[in-house]
């Protein structure tokens, strides 16, 4: 079943500690050379200013429903659908249904 993405990263999103390291890796290379952390700077400047004009535009910052969150709630509505059909027919967890009269 999907797991949703709380339990996955603990406090904080996945997203927020990769941008938490590229930082930090930006920082250490302007510790180093100005030259090299002026152009991870930029590479990194280029990368999240794509990734926030697709999150605006077609992920999770645009308004629009996600699609996992409805899978996740599908999964669930069929897995208590089983259940209950289950508790009905009267077979008991583990029981074999090709033993039955």
Known sequence: MPVPPERIAGRFSP??????VALATF?????????LGMAAGSLLGVTGAMWMYLAVRYGSLSGASSGRTALVAQVRARESNRRNA???????QG????QRP
Request: hydrophobic share 55%.
């Open 15 to 20: 997203k927020w500690l990769v941008a938490g």
């Open 86 to 92: 289950a508790a009905r027919s009267g077979l008991e």
């Open 95 to 98: 029981a074999d249904p090709f």
């Open 27 to 35: 920082a250490m290379l302007m510790s180093y050379d100005w030259r």
